[in-house]
């Protein structure tokens, strides 16, 4: 083979080493992806060059042009949202510090045997009555349980038991990979099952906050976990591209497209099936009490809560904070926000 037909192969190379490159950035791998890159156009540029060449003519003077509208799609809607998912399912973990002055020494560092082997790192606090109510509290994407700090303490210093953790690959809990929720809501029947075993709790009224990527996974968890009793979930979105609202341009159309093409990577990724819509998990919360805070600000999760309000069953209710961004209420209306929550579970778990 002459040194000349090596050329294309190795400028496809090096144009697919700098293109994997951007994506192993954001992955925070660049090197194995800049070797990906660099392996994968080298030989599709060595294929190009031999199968096309035997064709001659118009397709192998325009061999460039062909590879490069195969790869800048391939880019685009597979190697890039693949990267795009290994880079936000990477662990985040490490040292949290420190429980809030105000549980004083009454908490428990506690560590929780979960779904999957994994142990999720916490702090308890029990409730003042004995047996009384707890709640459990779930975290954003990419916190720890210090993301839940504002909901703990005011729900402590009203006397509620609290339960607050960090998520799986997150803080000082085990795991290798996060899962955007979809292996989390495996893990809420076991946090579930330690609750219920301590003799201070009451069992009946175990209710729940779930913050943003928290609230994602109570909705994906909780229809099949009866013994929550309440659900606070402040932020939702949506988990699959069914749950997006009609596309208003092109670039939110592209968006969808963008989505669907993440779904599947999460779902290659992390080898299980994709959880099912909300539109079909948020009906089955029915009856017991639901609140889902809107931060309307947020164009999309305000026009994404809007598909919901129909799928609300029996007590369950929206509330729409204009002007408040993305789980911005204890910022942005702290008195009336704190207000509704303990009015919320001294309702739904009344002894």
Same mark, same amino acid.
């Given at each position: 083979?002459?040194?000349?037909?090596?050329?294309?192969?190795?400028?496809?190379?090096?144009?697919?080493?700098?293109?994997?490159?951007?994506?192993?950035?954001?992955?925070?791998?660049?090197?194995?992806?800049?070797?990906?890159?660099?392996?994968?156009?080298?030989?599709?540029?060595?294929?190009?060059?031999?199968?096309?060449?035997?064709?001659?003519?118009?397709?192998?003077?325009?061999?460039?042009?062909?590879?490069?509208?195969?790869?800048?799609?391939?880019?685009?809607?597979?190697?890039?949202?693949?990267?795009?998912?290994?880079?936000?399912?990477?662990?985040?973990?490490?040292?949290?510090?420190?429980?809030?002055?105000?549980?004083?020494?009454?908490?428990?560092?506690?560590?929780?045997?979960?779904?999957?082997?994994?142990?999720?790192?916490?702090?308890?606090?029990?409730?003042?009555?004995?047996?009384?109510?707890?709640?459990?509290?779930?975290?954003?994407?990419?916190?720890?349980?210090?993301?839940?700090?504002?909901?703990?303490?005011?729900?402590?210093?009203?006397?509620?038991?609290?339960?607050?953790?960090?998520?799986?690959?997150?803080?000082?809990?085990?795991?290798?990979?996060?899962?955007?929720?979809?292996?989390?809501?495996?893990?809420?029947?076991?946090?579930?099952?330690?609750?219920?075993?301590?003799?201070?709790?009451?069992?009946?009224?175990? =209710? +729940?906050?779930?913050?943003?990527?928290?609230?994602?996974?109570?909705?994906?968890?909780?229809?099949?976990?009866?013994?929550?009793? +309440?659900?606070?979930?402040?932020?939702? =979105?949506?988990?699959?591209?069914?749950?997006?609202?009609?596309?208003?341009?092109?670039?939110?159309?592209?968006?969808?497209?963008?989505?669907?093409?993440?779904?599947?990577?999460?779902?290659?990724?992390? =080898?299980?099936?994709?959880?099912?819509?909300?539109?079909?998990?948020?009906?089955?919360?029915?009856?017991?009490?639901?609140?889902?805070?809107?931060?309307?600000?947020?164009?999309?999760?305000?026009?994404?809560?809007?598909?919901?309000?129909?799928?609300?069953?029996?007590?369950?209710?929206?509330?729409?904070?204009?002007?408040?961004?993305?789980?911005?209420?204890?910022?942005?209306?702290?008195?009336?926000?704190?207000?509704?929550?303990?009015?919320?579970?001294?309702?739904?778990?009344? =002894?």
């Amino acid at each position: 083979m002459s040194k000349k037909r090596l050329i294309f192969p190795l400028v496809n190379a090096l144009a697919l080493a700098a293109l994997f490159g951007v994506v192993g950035f954001y992955a925070w791998d660049v090197l194995r992806w800049v070797l990906i890159g660099a392996v994968a156009g080298f030989l599709v540029g060595l294929l190009a060059e031999f199968a096309l060449q035997r064709a001659g003519g118009w397709l192998y003077r325009r061999r460039a042009l062909l590879i490069v509208l195969l790869e800048i799609p391939l880019i685009i809607f597979v190697v890039g949202p693949y990267g795009y998912v290994v880079a936000m399912t990477r662990p985040i973990q490490g040292t949290v510090c420190c429980a809030p002055a105000a549980f004083g020494d009454r908490y428990e560092t506690v560590s929780l045997p979960v779904a999957d082997g994994e142990t999720l790192a916490g702090w308890y606090v029990p409730p003042v009555e004995n047996p009384g109510p707890v709640i459990m509290l779930l975290h954003g994407s990419a916190s720890t349980r210090i993301g839940t700090t504002w909901h703990a303490v005011r729900l402590v210093e009203a006397g509620y038991g609290v339960l607050m953790y960090d998520q799986r690959a997150l803080g000082e809990s085990t795991g290798s990979t996060q899962s955007l929720g979809w292996l989390d809501r495996r893990d809420v029947p076991h946090i579930v099952d330690f609750l219920a075993a301590r003799p201070e709790v009451d069992a009946s009224r175990i =209710g +729940a906050v779930g913050l943003s990527l928290g609230a994602h996974i109570l909705i994906m968890a909780g229809p099949d976990e009866p013994r929550i009793a +309440a659900f606070w979930l402040d932020g939702a =979105g949506t988990n699959r591209v069914g749950d997006f609202p009609p596309a208003e341009n092109f670039n939110e159309q592209f968006a969808w497209v963008i989505n669907a093409a993440i779904e599947t990577s999460v779902s290659v990724y992390l =080898g299980i099936a994709p959880p099912p819509p909300f539109s079909e998990q948020i009906p089955r919360l029915a009856p017991r009490p639901v609140l889902m805070i809107v931060g309307a600000a947020d164009d999309f999760e305000r026009r994404t809560n809007e598909r919901y309000t129909a799928l609300l069953g029996e007590n369950a209710e929206q509330w729409v904070l204009e002007g408040v961004p993305h789980v911005g209420g204890p910022n942005y209306r702290s008195d009336e926000y704190l207000s509704r929550m303990l009015a919320f579970f001294e309702q739904a778990l009344a =002894g």
